[in-house]
Structure formats: C-alpha cells, structure tokens
C-alpha cells in the first residue's frame, strides 16, 4: 500500500502514453482531475493486487467512447464515481477498492480520479496490460470473470446496467449506448473478487507506468539515452524484453474515423542505418509493423512510436508528417500471451491474417 | 375481471390494426403466440382498471423496434416475460397485473402473452390510446409517472436496465440499445401503482379493441355497411365521434425508411362525391390528412385508411396503388387531447407547423 504523489502522477502521464501503444487517449484531462483532487486534499492510495482479501469486492472503472470527445465535455470525476455506486447498489454489496481495466492511455488515470474522490484504494493492475479498442480485451475475460453486470453513466445521471450474453456483445450493446450518450460514457464493470484480480489480472501495471516515466525522465535530467535507459530498466519487469526495432522519418500518415475506430497507417522511412520503409498499421492503437512485408512486430506486444529527439511517445492522432522517430517494441508478459489471449487480442481479434510471433523471435 | 375467448383475439386483432392508424405492426404474429398459449390451455384474465388495488404493481410490456423484424425472427413470448421479471427483480417487487402501453397494432397482443404465460391478468387500458412510434408519447409520461427503470431484452436473454432522466431520453437510449439487438427487442417500462394506473391510463382500450373487431365482423355477417355501424357504436366509447373524411382511390404513395420509420405520404383522389386528392402524411402512423393544402383530421386524432369492399383497416406497409379505400377519423379521449398531452404526442411532437384542432370541428 502506497499513496501516489503529484509526481508519480506526472510520471505515469508519460508512461501510460507509452502503454498506450498510440492509443488509449491523452492521460492529460486524467492528470488534470487527480491533480485538482490532491489539490483538494484527497489522496490515492494504491494497493499491490497481493494486499486484496480474496473475499474483498473489486470494482473496476474506466472512460469509454472517444478521447476526442471528452477533451470537448470535460468530466467532473463524479461520472465513474457514480457508476461505481449503481454497480454496488445493483450487486448489493460495497466495493473494497476500484482498478483500471487499461493501463495504457486516460484509463490508467480515470480510477486514480474515482479512488480520489470516494477515499477507495485502487488496485495496481489492470485487464489490458496495454490500451486495446474494446472492452471483451480484457485479461479478466479470457480467465472467466465476466465483464456484465455493467454500467454505463453519463454526466446527466442518465445510466443503463447491461447483462450481456457474453463480454464482446456487451461490448456491442455498451458502444451503442455510449455513442448515443454523446460518444464518451463512464463505465464500472468486471467487478471481481479479490482472489479473481490475483489470478486475472496483469499485476503492477500502474507502478510500471511510474517507472517508465521516472526511467525516461531521470534519464534527461542526467543526459542519458531515455530510450537505452527504458530498454535497460524493462527486464526487472514483467515486461521483461524491448528493442528498438526502427528508426526514421515519417514520410505518409493515413487515419480515418471509421466505425468509432481511428484506422490507417504510418509510413516511416528507414534513416541512421535502418533500410528500406516500416509501414505502421493502425487500429487506434499500433497493431502491426511490417518493412517490406515482413514482420516486425504483431499485437499484443507493444509497438510504440518515439520522438527521437525527446523521447516522447506518439499517440495516433499526433502522427505528423517529417516526424523523426524510433520504434520501440516490449513483450508483453506471459499472461497476454496464451492461446486463449491471443484469440480475444491476438492478431486475430483485430481481423490480421499473420500468426503472432513474440517479439523475443522476430528481433 | 373476465377471461378472453379466442373470439375475443380474433377480434382485437382487427380492432387493433384500426387503433393503429396504419402504424403499430400487424397484431397477427401476437395473436398466433396468444392462441398458442390458449391451446396450451392458459388463460388470459383482463382487468377493468377500477379493479386494480392502489397499492398494487403494475408492469407494462411491449415489443419494440420494427414489426417486419419480428416476422422474421418470431419471438417465443418469454422475451417479454424476462423483461418483466427483470424489472420485478430490480424493483423487489412482484407484479399484479401487466398492462400495453401501446393499444394499435402489435402491442395490444404482447401484454396478453404476457398474460397468458405468467397468469398475471392484464389490465384493460394503455398509454397511447392508438398507436404512436416513440416510448416518450404516454399519457403516463404526460400525467407524471416516469418510463425509467426500462428494461430492454431480446431473444437471447441479453438485457439492459436504462434509467434516464426523461422518457426522451430513456426512448433514445432504448432505440440506440434496441437497434443492436437486431432492431426488434422486449421491453418492460412505466411500471405504477394501481392509483397511477387509474390517474394516467387511457382506460379500456383493449375491449374497445374487441369491440371495434366485433362490431365489423358482425355488420358484415348480417349484411350491413361495417363501416356505418363503426361509426354508430363509438359514441357509446371514450372515442365518442367518428366520421368518413374521405373515399376515393389511391394514386400515389412514397415511403422510405429513414432513422428507424416508414416516412411518407399517400395520395387518394377523391371518388362518390368527394371532390380532390386527399394527401395523408405518415411517419409509421397517418399524422394529418389534407385536401387541397386544408387539414381535414390532424393527430392525435385517429386516421384510419380502410379497404372500401371490406371495411379491413390497412396498415402503411399495405398500402397500395389502385386500392379503393374509404378514410375514418375518431376523436381520441379527453385525456389524450390536453396541452400537456399535445405538446407530447401533437402535432408538434411529430414537427407538423399546424395547430391541433379536433375532428369535430374540422368536419
């Protein structure tokens, strides 16, 4: 048990943008409302998933619909607060603590908002290990906790509880609610046991977001490589292995908003002795990196687009022609990467036709 | 209290597809379910609303979404049943009676389905009075009792529980929920007290169903005009005056659906001594008929288009080039014709730019 400080917060801005793989959204609002919380004098407390009574109940929130939109409505805090409560006052029972479903993005910073407001403590993990565009991409659905009840809030109060047949149509069921909210709602679900976050979860994926931030940060401050000393600092995780995998110049970017989705691609141009172009595909986050046909890197490991100058990461809609960059990929840890994971959030999950191959073979 | 005879249905199915004004769905798919039930050897008990206790719970149900859906994926009836019993579940309380808010069309079957496979009587009243496309046009929502908590279900068990601050909003959420389930869904709404039933309810509206059926059937069997004798038994009804407003042929008709809705207009020219073209505008329902620009009967006054021959009401999707047809207008009730209520389900609410002015003065 621990309690956040305004920088591990600023820390885990960066690091959640890095876990964001492109997507997931801008931590920054998310900072913003924790900020003004301890500015407030609340606090966050976060517990290890080890710390959790097996018989305690774990509620999990989280932002959902566009980034996009919620930087135009800005949400008070109050809205997950209260999808947190309707999820109690439906199962009968109060919450022992709250806990990200995503640690990649906004939503590694929402349930910091809620554990904020309400005084609960927030678990160190989450379902994704990463940002993934939907919600049945979840650690905790592939290992049998249901993501229903859910619940879906918006800042009228306006809400629906959805019991669905199973996770990707509460997913379908979810979005169409979430769209006609607006396209961003708040939403508590896979609400759990303590022993199911141990036995479900990706453990200490909020911590690692801290220290990716505190490595690249520290690395500046003492004029190291952030990059080297982000590569360096990975194997005393569960994320144990990342290389640089490309570095170069931006040279074409195609995005549309299709189906809710950001798709399209990125061209990167090989330069300082990469050859040839790294294309880049994209579905929000960054799914596939392929130089010349082949592959470099496939869902779930983590395909992250760096500043080369600062070392910052990209997200999507930032991608700009010129852009100098170096792509870096990280194995995600063992958890994410079984048959039944690699179904939900594998490549197939994403509609790709090419098995996954660990990043570890395909350096 | 009395028990429904499969005469009973047979009428009301007739009756029914009158009240709908063109719109409500074809009642027969309900009918079939309601009289396989009677095989079965259920029953289907019908309340007078004077007979409810005050106290006691009253749960509507109806189908929603788009009856040319429900041909093609024929509902069971425990669909309906599930959304009232999830309702119950969420309330903590059982209900005594269910009861359509829907009278026109296919809704003024489902409750008896209802009725028939959970032993709950119905009661002999609705919401609409007729038929109309929203969830929010209730003279329930009118007079004060709120639609939320909404419960939607379809064919698989998935369900959502919508609470919203305004039945707009509630019919906006249900639709956006409804419409990803396949476009057809089974809902459970404005559950009241038998106090509320007897404030906000238009009452007897299914045994005017009946009647209206029986009425027709039995002109025709003793070889009278069915339409004359419609006309002469409704003042003994809330729907106190009737009258032809048209007759002739139809010459033109253009429906598209666009946003969930049959949009369009038939044209009748006037034939036996009316005089012109007659052009009634539909959205699912006839919402205003005009000769020559001037409004003969304008919503929520009923507007029924009936085969000239057999005096058979026909729905909007029947609607065809060629057909003799002969055109009724039926005052609604009191409780239907308020400010309040006009503002809601008027001419206003469909975004017709004419005032409200009742059949008994326009004829």
Same mark, same amino acid.
């Given at each position: 048990?621990?309690? *956040?400080? /305004?920088?591990?917060?600023?820390?885990?801005?960066?690091?959640?943008?890095?876990?964001?793989?492109?997507?997931?959204?801008?931590?920054?609002?998310?900072?913003?409302?924790?900020? @003004?919380?301890?500015?407030?004098?609340?606090?966050?407390?976060?517990?290890?998933?080890?710390?959790?009574?097996?018989?305690?109940?774990?509620?999990? %929130?989280?932002?959902?619909?566009?980034?996009?939109?919620? #930087?135009?409505?800005?949400?008070?805090?109050?809205?997950?607060?209260?999808?947190?409560? !309707?999820?109690?006052?439906?199962?009968?029972?109060?919450?022992?603590?709250?806990?990200?479903?995503?640690?990649?993005?906004?939503?590694?910073?929402?349930?910091?908002?809620?554990?904020?407001?309400?005084?609960?403590?927030?678990?160190?993990?989450?379902? $994704?290990?990463?940002?993934?565009?939907?919600?049945?991409?979840?650690?905790?659905?592939?290992?049998?906790?249901?993501?229903?009840?859910?619940?879906?809030?918006?800042?009228?109060?306006?809400?629906?509880? #959805?019991?669905?047949?199973?996770?990707?149509?509460?997913?379908?069921? =979810?979005?169409?609610?979430?769209?006609?909210?607006?396209?961003? @709602?708040?939403?508590?679900?896979?609400?759990?046991?303590?022993?199911?976050?141990? !036995?479900?979860?990706?453990?200490?994926?909020?911590?690692?977001?801290?220290?990716?931030? /505190?490595?690249?940060?520290?690395?500046?401050?003492?004029?190291?490589?952030?990059?080297?000393?982000?590569?360096?600092?990975?194997?005393?995780?569960?994320? =144990?292995?990342?290389?640089?995998? &490309?570095?170069?110049?931006? +040279?074409?970017?195609?995005?549309?908003?299709?189906?809710? &989705?950001?798709?399209?691609?990125?061209?990167?141009?090989?330069?300082?002795? &990469?050859?040839?172009? $790294?294309? +880049?595909? #994209?579905?929000?986050?960054?799914?596939?990196?392929?130089?010349?046909?082949?592959?470099?890197?496939?869902?779930?490991?983590?395909?992250? +687009?760096?500043? @080369?100058? %600062?070392?910052?990461?990209?997200?999507?809609?930032?991608?700009?022609?010129?852009? /100098?960059?170096?792509?870096? =990929?990280?194995?995600?840890?063992?958890? *994410?990467?079984?048959?039944?994971?690699?179904?939900?959030?594998?490549?197939?999950?994403?509609?790709?036709?090419?098995?996954?191959?660990?990043?570890?073979?395909?350096?």
């Amino acid at each position: 048990m621990w309690q *956040m400080t /305004r920088q591990d917060l600023r820390d885990l801005a960066v690091g959640a943008a890095f876990l964001g793989t492109g997507g997931g959204g801008d931590p920054y609002i998310g900072r913003l409302m924790v900020q @003004a919380a301890m500015d407030a004098g609340k606090t966050v407390t976060l517990l290890d998933p080890s710390e959790v009574p097996d018989d305690a109940l774990v509620i999990p %929130t989280a932002m959902m619909g566009a980034p996009t939109v919620l #930087i135009e409505k800005i949400p008070s805090g109050e809205e997950a607060v209260a999808s947190l409560r !309707r999820l109690e006052e439906f199962l009968g029972r109060k919450a022992y603590a709250t806990m990200p479903i995503e640690c990649g993005g906004i939503n590694s910073t929402m349930p910091l908002v809620v554990g904020a407001l309400t005084g609960l403590p927030v678990v160190d993990a989450d379902g $994704m290990g990463r940002a993934f565009p939907e919600l049945q991409m979840e650690t905790f659905s592939v290992l049998g906790v249901p993501g229903s009840p859910m619940v879906v809030t918006n800042e009228y109060g306006d809400n629906t509880i #959805i019991q669905a047949r199973d996770d990707k149509f509460m997913e379908w069921l =979810s979005r169409g609610v979430c769209i006609r909210m607006g396209g961003a @709602a708040y939403i508590a679900e896979y609400s759990m046991s303590g022993a199911d976050v141990k !036995r479900t979860a990706v453990p200490n994926t909020i911590s690692l977001g801290i220290r990716i931030g /505190r490595c690249l940060r520290e690395a500046k401050q003492n004029h190291k490589n952030p990059i080297d000393e982000l590569l360096k600092m990975l194997p005393d995780t569960h994320y =144990s292995y990342g290389r640089i995998i &490309w570095g170069g110049k931006v +040279i074409d970017v195609r995005r549309e908003t299709k189906m809710g &989705w950001a798709l399209g691609y990125a061209q990167i141009e090989g330069m300082d002795g &990469w050859r040839g172009t $790294m294309e +880049i595909q #994209i579905q929000n986050e960054n799914l596939i990196a392929r130089v010349d046909g082949k592959v470099k890197a496939i869902v779930p490991d983590l395909i992250c +687009i760096m500043e @080369a100058e %600062t070392a910052e990461p990209i997200t999507t809609e930032y991608l700009r022609y010129g852009q /100098r960059v170096v792509v870096v =990929s990280v194995a995600v840890p063992p958890i *994410m990467r079984t048959p039944e994971a690699l179904e939900v959030f594998g490549p197939k999950g994403f509609g790709i036709d090419e098995p996954y191959t660990p990043i570890e073979k395909l350096v």
